[in-house]
């Protein structure tokens, strides 16, 4: 379940990324900080 939630918003944030004609590097890097974030929020969650 835990990998589905991940799985789920990388691929969300996936599609925001590629819809905007925005400088690719940045908008990965904004993805990226904020994969990270959910992540580690569906991390304290657990804990």
Same mark, same amino acid.
């Given at each position: 379940?835990? @990998?589905? =939630?991940?799985?789920?918003?990388? %691929?969300? %944030?996936? !599609?925001?990324?590629?819809? $905007? @004609? @925005?400088?690719? *590097? $940045? =908008?990965?890097? !904004?993805?990226? $900080?904020?994969? %990270?974030?959910?992540? *580690?929020? $569906? &991390? &304290?969650?657990?804990?």
């Amino acid at each position: 379940v835990k @990998k589905y =939630k991940e799985n789920k918003f990388f %691929d969300m %944030d996936l !599609k925001i990324l590629f819809d $905007e @004609k @925005k400088d690719v *590097s $940045e =908008k990965w890097t !904004k993805f990226v $900080e904020k994969r %990270d974030a959910l992540i *580690s929020k $569906e &991390k &304290k969650k657990e804990l």
